[in-house]
Each structure stands twice: as C-alpha cells, then as structure tokens.
C-alpha cells in the first residue's frame, strides 16, 4: 500500500521551532532519496531539503542552517527539524522521494503557519 502520512505542523511564533515527521509505506521508503517540499497559498511546491539513502543531506538555500533533515531507516520515518522560524516559512509541508511529480502520490500534507 503506497502511504505518506505527514505530522507535527502547527501555528508557531516567529523564532520558535517544529520537528515534522513523515511516515512512508516501504514501497516508498526503502532505498529512496527522500525529500520535504512545501507550498505556499498560491505557490508552486518546492523541494525544502533532501537525503539519500544513506544520510547525506541538502538544503534550499532560504533554510540552510535552520532546518535539518533526518531519517530512521528502520521506521520508514522522515523528519524535518525547523529552527528559527519565519513567518515566510508557513506552507503546506510535504514528504516524498526526490524529484517526485504532481503526477506522483502524495500525502496530506501538514500546515505550518508561522505568525505571532
């Protein structure tokens, strides 16, 4: 069963922080570079980080340095670890494989809404 349950989103103050977690199916999961991408009301999706399979890491340039991916290989789990929160960063948050599609499945998605 393809599955991608995406949770931990919520509304944060400015410089405050929200560790998101992905669950994914293994059909999904095992072997894949996976990837966050948000989307913003209005905004095309966009990657936010990735990791390979073996755990090395990249990172769009607006959240270098505040937010830092990870993986539990043995959970089929993504996180995405967010500091310094901007109220630029409020999206709908997403998981899936690198260079996934809208042609692809997706999850629901997680709302983070960054505002004091």
């Known amino acids: 069963q393809v599955q991608l349950v995406e949770s931990g989103g919520g509304l944060v103050q400015p410089g405050g922080s929200l560790r998101l977690s992905c669950a994914a199916s293994t059909i999904i999961f095992r072997l894949s570079n996976m990837a966050w991408y948000r989307q913003a009301p209005g905004k095309e999706r966009d990657l936010v980080a990735g990791i390979t399979s073996d755990g090395r890491t990249n990172y769009a340039g607006s959240v270098k340095g505040r937010f830092t991916i990870s993986r539990d290989n043995a959970k089929n789990t993504v996180y995405l670890q967010m500091n310094s929160l901007k109220p630029e960063d409020t999206a709908v948050y997403y998981c899936?494989?690198?260079?996934?599609?809208?042609?692809?499945?997706w999850g629901q998605g997680t709302q983070v809404t960054v505002s004091s």
């Open positions: 899936n494989r690198v260079r996934a599609t809208k042609y692809d499945y």
